[in-house]
């Protein structure tokens, strides 16, 4: 029974944070180009969810137990505006005169939309927003009328596009996606829990720090791994739903 009280105590501020947030809405107006809109999405939602600061942990973001500061949210909104910006001058001027003009322009947009999601997954809390920038290169293209993997996703069944080695990388992979996220999770609550003592707090997070340090060092590793045996650069959402 206490116990069942305290992660009700513990979860209050993030069920209250869950009903006071659109990130759905949010996710929209960065999708859409409308940086303005999501700012202002982020300035009523420090009102209604009662933020103390800029730097308070009051925002939470889907699938996250630890909510984020309304800096972070500006300062992804800050990044995705720049990032669109710089998208455009990159791919926007290509040419669209016949198909093959148009394919390239395509491959132009989705290649760097999957280096920027590539980075984000490897971000503390950026996963949250891994799918964005698929999502903004396919509203750049859309008038290309051209398929892209946001609109046809592969049916193939993973056993039969990878071998067993790759498929068992792969898995590996999502699991220790898993214990990160877990990690990196209980290192916030620790951070945010004032009932440890300095000298078991700070004993705690190096514990912590370490583990996730090595467990970034051994994702990397068997994403090359998995790039090598595939070449093709791992897809979380294909094998672990998107983790």
């Keep these: 029974m206490k116990r069942a009280a305290w992660l009700l105590i513990l979860l209050l501020p993030v069920l209250a944070a869950a009903d006071c947030f659109d990130f759905a ?6 999708t859409g180009g409308e940086f303005d809109l999501a700012r202002q999405m982020i300035d009523r939602a420090v009102s209604a969810c009662s933020c103390a600061s800029e730097d308070a942990e009051c925002l939470t973001l889907p699938g996250r137990v630890v909510p984020v500061s309304p800096r972070f949210l500006r300062e992804m909104t800050a990044r995705f505006a720049d990032w669109t910006a710089q ?84 898995q590996q992979i999502c699991a ?7 990690s990196e999770d209980l290192l916030e609550q620790v951070h945010r829990r004032g009932n440890f003592a300095p000298n078991e707090r700070r004993r705690r ?9 090595a467990l970034h060092e051994q994702i990397s590793a068997l994403k090359r791994q998995f790039e090598h045996l595939t070449g093709e650069s791992f897809d979380p959402i294909s ?5």
């Design 239 to 243: 094998f672990c739903g998107g983790e």
């Design 25 to 30: 809405a949010w996710r929209q107006a960065v």
């Design 176 to 182: 220790l996606s898993r214990k990160l996220q877990e």
């Design 87 to 170: 998208l455009a001058a990159a791919c926007g001027s290509l040419p669209e005169s016949n198909d093959d003009d148009r394919r390239k322009k395509l491959a132009c947009h989705q290649q760097r939309a999957g280096q920027f999601a590539e980075g984000l997954r490897g971000e503390h809390n950026g996963a949250a927003f891994a799918d964005l920038p698929a999502a903004v290169a396919g509203r750049l293209t859309r008038s290309l009328g051209l398929s892209s993997p946001e609109t046809t996703p592969q049916t193939t069944p993973l056993n039969e596009r990878y071998s067993a080695e790759a498929m068992t990388v792969g």
């Design 205 to 213: 997070e190096i514990e912590l720090e370490k583990a996730i340090k």
